[in-house]
């Protein structure tokens, strides 16, 4: 199974829409967890938040490639 919190661009793009979706919404729901504990105390590893935001970062970017390829 993928680590969701170290995905890399090549399985980003083998994922389907309705996959890549769930997965967005999942990862953002636990970023704002994450963050949420990071404000109320210390975490044990603090780099998580930068990677979570950049997989995220990467799960919208291939959102909206497929979403503009559809356009064309």
Known sequence: MINEK???QSE????TLAELKEKLN????EF???KLQHSISQLENP?????????IARLQ??????ELAEIS
């Not at 980003?12 to 994922?15: G, N």
């Not at 999942?26 to 729901?29: A, I, L, V, W």
């Not at 780099?47 to 997989?55: A, E, F, G, L, P």
Request: hydrophobic share 40%.
């Open 6 to 8: 170290d995905m890399k």
């Open 12 to 15: 980003i793009v083998e994922l």
């Open 26 to 29: 999942s990862m953002e729901e």
């Open 32 to 34: 704002a967890q994450l």
């Open 47 to 55: 780099m998580k938040i930068r990677t979570m935001r950049r997989v």
């Open 61 to 66: 970017t291939d959102l909206r490639k497929r």
